[in-house]
């Protein structure tokens, strides 16, 4: 992989895993783009997809440090909160990456087409939580029950289009946090996800062996994708207390169907 092929990838990593338009449906796209211009495509995404997840991941353990360390004093019982919510994508996601037959597993999570019609999806659910009038409790006060309600929303965001942060945010606000504790929630979610993910993914490379990526190449994609990956963290914040995050639905209806048009159309 070329220097400026991670680049853009990483950039992509960077703005969609944070923001609420679906990191997985964007690589894809991203991928299917370079695919279209004749570029050899990125196979799993393989070393490249940790690292860029690896980035996306160092972004968020810096953008929360405050929140991470009072995980172990005074907000101890969240982590048994945050174990509870990640079971069900985990659940999933080793059912769709290593139980069920490669191909079949591809037919979901390589679908480019499938992304397109799941990102106007994910407008509808930014849409319908911007519609709710917040609640009021702090993200440390959840029963179980609300938090498995998050963690479903969040195994859905498997599917390629739809958004895991846009997702478990919604979800967080239909189950009456406050705005920021959604949000907060919501990436603090994402540290055992985005981990997981990883995890699956290095143990994909052990088996394949490496695309020959080179180091050099492969450094210069963690940093980018958790520069922008901080820097996307920011503004989403702002928009979620601004609650702002309707705006991104008139992006991801036309985009949705864009990707539909040039799928069916090249097939």
């Given amino acids: 992989m070329s220097l400026w092929e991670i680049i853009l990838l990483a950039i992509?990593?960077?703005l969609t895993e944070f923001l609420p338009v679906s990191s997985s449906g964007h690589l894809l796209v991203a991928n299917g783009l370079l695919e279209s211009m004749r570029r050899p495509p990125v196979q799993d995404?393989?070393?490249v997809s940790i690292v860029l997840h690896l980035g996306t991941l160092a972004a968020v353990l810096a953008f929360y440090r405050q929140e991470i360390s009072l995980l172990f004093t005074s907000d101890r019982r969240v982590i048994a909160l945050l174990v509870l919510g990640t079971i069900p994508a985990a659940i999933l996601g080793v059912l769709l990456k290593k139980v069920i037959a490669e191909q079949q597993s591809a037919l979901v999570l390589q679908n480019v087409l499938l992304a397109g019609f799941m990102f106007p999806i994910t407008a509808l659910l930014l849409v319908w939580a911007e519609r709710r009038t917040a609640g009021d409790q702090h993200?440390?006060?959840?029963?179980?029950?609300?938090?498995?309600?998050?963690?479903?929303?969040q195994a859905v965001a498997l599917l390629p289009g739809i958004s895991r942060s846009g997702s478990t945010i919604a979800a967080g606000l239909a189950?009456?946090?406050?705005?920021?504790?959604?949000?907060?929630?919501?990436?603090?979610l994402a540290i055992p996800a985005i981990a997981g993910a990883g995890?699956?993914?290095s143990i994909d490379v052990l088996k394949s062996g490496s695309t020959g990526t080179p180091m050099g190449i492969l450094a210069v994609g963690f940093f980018v994708s958790m520069i922008v990956g901080l820097g996307s963290l920011a503004l989403l914040i702002r928009w979620v207390r601004q609650g702002r995050l309707t705006m991104f639905a008139y992006y991801l209806v036309p985009l949705g169907i864009a990707v539909v048009l040039w799928q069916t159309s090249s097939r």
């Fill in 139 to 153: 993200y440390s006060q959840l029963g179980w029950d609300k938090v498995l309600v998050i963690g479903l929303f």
């Fill in 45 to 47: 995404l393989l070393e």
């Fill in 175 to 188: 189950v009456g946090l406050r705005r920021e504790a959604a949000a907060t929630f919501a990436f603090l």
């Fill in 12 to 14: 992509v990593q960077g």
């Fill in 199 to 201: 995890l699956l993914e």
